[in-house]
T-cell receptor, first 114, second 111 residues
Framework: QQQVKQSPQSLIVQKGGISIINCAYE??????FPWYQQFPGKGPALLIA?????SEKKEGRFTISFNKSAKQFSLHIMDSQPGDSATYFC?????????????FGTGTKLQVIP | EPEVTQTPSHQVTQMGQEVILRCVPI?????FYWYRQILGQKVEFLVS????????KSEIFDDQFSVERPDGSNFTLKIRSTKLEDSAMYFC?????????FGSGTRLTVV
């Protein structure tokens, strides 16, 4: 019940295209859903996050869509660029306070080709 | 911007040896964590630490693992007798109300 399922495992998108990564969770106690971007040899870095009281959050080219009833959320990268090539992890945790244990999805390796 | 610093960036050790991975969390954070990422797999929670004691640990964090905050700035993960399957990236993190910051990781290779 603690799992976060993520798909696809890998994704190849042409420059300028839209990258879409999907995640699903089971534990209804989760109420904070961050996305992390990881470049090779680096730690995960917070990209964007959403709480379940909103259905969408947009920051620049990155948008999270959230469907609370379906327990699903997705990341959309508009106008994908080669510099977006990285591994993306969806994640979930229980309302962040000073303490927050993060449950990660399995990751999506995104490659944006020119 | 404040960073979580981890050393070394890469450690190679022989099976059965003890290793200590070191982290300097962000100075005003009070919660500290270790995560592990086996090559090509997801990031997995190992342990969290607050007020000089473990607050939560996963089933991965068995008796071979220990954590310590030996002084006011360092946070360490010790693996007593390394196994081949301990080879992974180990990430330290720290958090406050505003968020969660990961270090760049230590790649541990057990040979």
């Amino acid at each position: 019940q603690q799992q976060v399922k993520q798909s696809p495992q890998s994704l190849i998108v042409q420059k300028g295209g839209i990258s879409i990564i999907n995640c699903a969770y089971e534990n209804t106690a989760f109420d904070y859903f961050p996305w992390y971007q990881q470049f090779p040899g680096k730690g995960p870095a917070l990209l964007i996050a959403i709480r379940p009281d909103v259905s969408e959050k947009k920051e620049g080219r990155f948008t999270i869509s959230f469907n609370k009833s379906a327990k699903q959320f997705s990341l959309h990268i508009m106008d994908s660029q080669p510099g977006d090539s990285a591994t993306y992890f969806c994640a979930a945790s229980i309302r962040p306070t000073r303490y927050q244990k993060v449950t990660f999805g399995t990751g999506t390796k995104l490659q944006v080709i020119p | 911007e404040p960073e979580v610093t981890q050393t070394p960036s890469h450690q190679v050790t022989q099976m059965g040896q003890e290793v200590i991975l070191r982290c300097v969390p962000i100075s005003n954070h009070l919660y500290f964590y270790w995560y592990r990422q086996i090559l090509g797999q997801k990031v997995e929670f190992l342990v969290s630490f607050y007020n000089n004691e473990i607050s939560e640990k996963s089933e991965i964090f068995d008796d071979q693992f220990s954590v310590e905050r030996p002084d006011g700035s360092n946070f360490t993960l010790k693996i007593r007798s390394t196994k081949l399957e301990d080879s992974a990236m180990y990430f330290c993190a720290s958090s406050d109300e505003r968020g969660y910051t990961f270090g760049s990781g230590t790649r541990l290779t057990v040979v």
